[in-house]
């Protein structure tokens, strides 16, 4: 099975960019749909972007579009978000998955997944 690590989670002001990276171990993400969620204070979690298992198609939620960007690097079996021009709303935690599924569509449900890593706060201050 695979392992999933975040990082580069942390504390900006609106308008900034920030770059997630969600590291895998294990397996190749290439046998494995990947996509990223995130949980606002208080509230369930959430889809952000999700990328199909060939790389060759991406997904995102409307409130993320145009300003967020999933990407993956196969040698080093990592997934990215760039995150760019931040809202304060788009504070949370935010965690990578993945999704063994044989599937070449993409998965936007957080109970499509089955691997979750352990999540990297972004703060967004106004």
């Known amino acids: 099975q695979v392992q999933l690590v975040e990082s580069g989670g942390g504390f900006v002001q609106a308008g900034g960019s920030l770059r997630l990276s969600c590291a895998a171990s294990?397996?190749?993400?290439?046998?494995?749909?990947t996509g990223w969620f995130r949980q606002p204070p208080g509230k369930e979690r959430e889809f952000v972007a999700a990328?199909?298992?060939?790389?060759?198609?991406?997904n995102y939620a409307d409130s993320v579009k145009g300003r967020f960007t999933i990407s993956r690097d196969t040698a080093q079996n990592t997934v990215y978000l760039q995150m760019n021009s931040l809202k304060p709303e788009d504070t949370a935690v935010y965690y990578c998955?993945?999704?063994?599924?044989?599937?070449?569509?993409?998965?936007?449900?957080?109970?499509?997944?089955?691997?979750w890593g352990q999540g990297t706060q972004v703060t967004v201050s106004s």
């Open positions: 998955a993945a999704d063994p599924s044989r599937s070449f569509t993409i998965a936007t449900m957080v109970r499509q997944y089955d691997y």
């Open positions: 294990g397996r190749s993400l290439v046998s494995y749909r």
């Open positions: 990328i199909n298992r060939s790389g060759s198609s991406t």
